[in-house]
């Protein structure tokens, strides 16, 4: 079983809904949580990095986090075509090796 | 704009040469990691380097080696390339353990 799971998809969305990717996991040692948005041919940019359960906003993405259910979720709302992109979730323990562990990355097209 | 950046972006090898891949980290950043992704998967931890010190491996062999330098630059370096090395290598880095990695756009190394 993979430390981090993510439906690479593709996932097709028609312009203005509201996105909602998802990553599961099993080592209850990570407690930092990122997203990444990745075009092609680019590097992964960083959206959004948090710490604590519960949710982050910032613009239109919001970032949940449930470390009960080990669950993360990334939300886009009023999506765009420039939104088309690979999203990655990433996370790390706290101390020790600063290791990133990855996602396979969901595949998103926001259709015009 | 991260501040990360790669060199070469795309590179063409053959089997059993070796390679050395390049990364320029924004100045202060003070940890620098190596990732491998394949094509559809997320990036993989390859290393990370410490004040040019690696204090942090991934489960990939010793043919894969780095150097980090005090002007913040770095390199990877793969020995006796193997068809599977094709994929793209990422370098991040980030002031300290407690801030989010950023990304440079890679190196695409193709193994012929």
């Known amino acids: 079983q993979k430390e981090v799971e993510q439906d690479p998809g593709p996932l097709s969305v028609p312009e203005g809904a509201i996105v909602s990717l998802n990553c599961t996991y099993s080592n209850s040692a990570f407690q930092y949580f990122m997203w990444y948005r990745q075009y092609s041919r680019k590097g992964p940019e960083l959206l959004m990095y948090t710490y604590s359960s519960g949710n982050k906003e910032d613009g239109r993405f919001t970032a949940q986090v449930d470390k009960s259910s080990k669950y993360i979720s990334l939300f886009i709302r009023d999506s765009q075509p420039s939104d088309s992109a690979t999203y990655l979730c990433?996370?790390?323990?706290?101390?020790?090796?600063?290791?990133?562990?990855f996602g396979t990355g969901t595949r998103l097209k926001v259709l015009a | 704009e991260t501040g990360v950046t790669q060199s070469p972006t795309h590179l063409i090898k053959t089997r059993g040469q070796q390679v050395t891949l390049r990364c320029s980290s924004q100045s202060g950043h003070n940890t620098v990691s190596w990732y491998q992704q394949a094509l559809g998967q997320g990036p993989q931890f390859i290393f990370q380097?410490?004040?040019?010190?690696?204090?942090g491996r991934g489960n990939f062999p010793p043919r894969f080696s780095g150097l980090q330098f005090p002007n913040y630059s770095s390199e990877l370096n793969v020995n006796a390339l193997e068809l599977d090395d094709s994929a793209l290598y990422l370098c991040a880095s980030s002031w300290d353990s407690n801030q989010p990695q950023h990304f440079g756009d890679g190196t695409r190394l193709s193994i012929l």
């Open positions: 380097y410490y004040r040019e010190e690696e204090n």
């Open positions: 990433a996370m790390r323990v706290t101390s020790g090796t600063y290791k990133y562990i």
